[in-house]
């Protein structure tokens, strides 16, 4: 215990002063960095904590379970970090002239606040953690519909076994139901990911993972690859829709029709130049002699929301754009660009939007 010595008032004045600045310096960090974390999120971004189904509240609510945990320990330790530093001001007026007694709250504060208090925090998030852990499992029937969803760099293929029908980058759900979703990946690893409808799962190669998607109410969920799988990883995205049972099974009914035959001529030229290139080695058209199986089946490309896996909207003008060059939209990507005439782009573009 120091006692005040004459003539060192003016050091201790100062060395308060220093502490106090420190301390308001450490609470203005914390501030600006939650206020920059809370600028990172764009407002388009799906939001798990807007959950959309059974199980995404489910995992939305053991967030804030966590989060108001996590921030009542924040506050506490901010508050006791406070009371270090301006608290002591008090001491040093004290008539006794202390000015640097330690806070000694003694060995039962260290066990209290050390090891009771986490070891309960613990606890609850652990029973919490079970309980999600029980309702995300598989559920109690076993599922009317299987979904297989193969990742591959930077999109998705999805298949509906039992019904005999492929797509990609867009996955209907009917809604109220959970759905089995088979997970792999035909090259990397990657992650399968809806925030509004379930949690992230990894997809390996070599190996199924098994998750349920349940939607509540009918819509279009975005979903992201959640892994790291190279460098269009960001621009691996796809969509779900839910829709009810007559709009899935009507729409079930449709992609399983193989692709028309053109009537129109310039439609029928579009087939043409299709069928003669190198796009039938990558891609499939039922119905045709297109048998590829390296990129999106395109039997039904123009009934899809998106182009380039979730990347652009698909429109004509983005479709010719991929077209033309895909490189510019997703470098890296495995389809090279196309050499083909103005015509012939336009006649190409009519036939690939009869795939409804
Ligand atoms: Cu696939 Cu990241």
Redesign the pocket.
């Known amino acids: 215990m120091a006692r005040l010595q004459p003539g060192c008032c003016q050091g201790m004045t100062s060395h308060s002063l220093s502490r106090g600045r420190l301390g308001i310096g450490l609470v203005a960090i914390f501030v600006g960095l939650s206020l920059a974390l809370v600028g990172c999120a764009p407002s388009t971004t799906p939001s798990m904590l807007d959950p959309r189904g059974p199980r995404a509240a489910e995992i939305a609510s053991l967030w804030w379970i966590m989060f108001g945990l996590g921030a009542l320990v924040f506050l506490v330790v901010m508050g006791m970090l406070l009371w270090g530093l301006f608290g002591r001001r008090r001491n040093q007026q004290d008539e006794r002239g202390v000015i640097d007694e330690p806070a000694n709250l003694g060995p039962r504060f260290i066990t209290v606040a050390g090891a009771i208090i986490p070891a309960v925090i613990i606890l609850i998030v652990f029973l919490f953690t079970l309980r999600t852990l029980a309702v995300l499992a598989a559920p109690n029937e076993p599922s009317r519909l299987l979904i297989e969803v193969v ?1 591959y ?2 999109w998705w293929e999805v298949r509906y076994p039992d019904q005999q029908v492929t797509t990609a980058n867009e996955i209907h759900i009917p809604i109220g139901r959970p759905v089995e979703i088979a997970l792999t990946s035909g090259d990397v690893i ?2 399968f990911w809806v925030p509004q409808l379930m949690g992230k799962i990894d997809m390996n190669p070599g190996q199924t993972n098994t998750v349920w998607l349940e939607a509540a109410e009918p819509g279009v969920y975005y979903g992201v ?1 959640a ?3 190279g460098i269009q ?1 960001a621009k ?1 995205q796809f969509v779900v829709v839910a829709e009810t049972e007559e709009q899935f099974a009507a729409w079930l009914a449709r992609q399983r029709q193989p692709a028309p035959e053109p009537v129109d001529p310039l439609v029928r030229q579009g087939q043409q130049i299709f069928l003669g290139s190198a796009c039938i080695y990558c891609h499939r058209v039922a119905g045709t002699n297109a048998t590829g199986n390296l990129g999106p089946d395109l039997t039904h490309l123009a009934s899809r929301l998106t182009l380039g896996a979730g990347v652009i909207e698909n429109n004509r003008g983005n479709l010719a754009g991929w077209i033309v060059n895909p490189q510019t939209i997703k470098p890296g990507n495995k389809m090279p660009a196309t050499n083909l005439s103005g015509p012939e782009l336009q006649a190409l573009l009519a036939y690939l939007e009869t795939l409804q």
């Open positions: 990742g760099q930077w990657h992650n690859c892994e790291f799988c990883h691996m």
